[in-house]
């Protein structure tokens, strides 16, 4: 959307509903969100009621949009600021909102691409995969078994999209389970030489692999995708100047979107994902 799009939909309450409305409704029509009756009709209190099991509803209700009492053009100022990055409490100071309020928010927008953002079930192809470690105040050893920091496996294809997940260890058990679930068999993986991938093969998988210790790249032999998005996300994550760990996983898949959709508009996906109903 830009800036004149933009401006003209939040320019009153009104606008910004009638814009929240257009996408609740599918082919034109609302329904209901307790029977999933379509066309209910409007009392005149501005509240809907369905036709068949007579209960009365917010348009949005159920939705992502209720999860924070925000007027509906203070919610597309949400979904514009997280666009650009910007921090919860810049947010809150520029929408006069509290910050519990502003957070709740930001939070709603990460749970709702959560729900509705879903790399695809298999990955396929090319594909590269590596571990890194995230978080950690305690200083000493880096890298694999790190004091203090969050282990995140990833797979990227390679020309297409990242998958990012915590886990709890890098063992080849949780690291082969996790391919196993999200990498097509007979796909070809590119990896280190870090002794958990050494039973791809036995699953099924081709692999080559790079020795860092000799070069990052020979012919086309490398990981550098999955390199690449480990910088993307850390640099994006510092400014938070530390995640709870129990919202690490929520920030995370944040970053994951952002990257899958770097070279499109994600203001209009936001907002799309958040009038959807909640799972």
Request: overall charge positive.
């Amino acid at each position: 959307m830009n800036i004149t799009e933009f401006k003209s939909v939040v320019k009153t309450d009104k606008s910004a509903a009638r814009y929240f409305k257009r996408l609740c409704a599918k082919k034109g029509h609302h329904f209901c969100p307790n029977c999933g009756r379509s066309n209910p009709y409007h009392l005149f209190s501005g509240r809907y009621r369905c036709r068949r099991c007579r209960s009365d509803f917010n348009l949005f209700s159920g939705r992502w949009l209720s999860s924070v009492r925000l007027p509906p053009a203070q919610w597309l100022w949400m979904i514009k600021l997280f666009d650009l990055e910007v921090s919860t409490r810049r947010a809150a100071y520029e929408l006069d909102i509290s910050y519990p309020t502003a957070l709740r928010a930001m939070d709603a927008i990460r749970n709702a691409i959560i729900d509705n953002s879903q790399v695809p079930k298999e990955l396929e192809g090319e594909v590269e995969m590596d571990e890194s470690y995230f978080g950690g105040t305690r200083k000493g050893k880096r890298g694999r078994g790190a004091a203090g920091k969050v282990p995140v496996f990833g797979i990227i294809e390679r020309k297409g999209r990242v998958w990012v997940q915590p886990v709890k260890d890098v063992t080849a058990d949780t690291l082969m389970g996790a391919t196993v679930r999200k990498v097509r068999h007979g796909s070809l993986v590119y990896t280190d030489k870090w002794r958990g991938y050494d039973s791809l093969m036995l699953y099924g998988y081709s692999r080559k692999v790079i020795n860092h210790s000799k070069h990052f790249v020979r012919q086309n032999v490398h990981i550098n995708g999955m390199e690449g998005f480990w910088s993307y996300a850390k640099q994006r994550l510092m400014k938070f100047h530390g995640v709870d760990p129990w919202k690490f996983p929520m920030y995370l898949k944040e970053q994951e979107f952002r990257y899958n959709n770097r070279d499109k508009d994600i203001f209009p996906l936001v907002a799309t994902y958040l009038t959807r109903m909640k799972e």
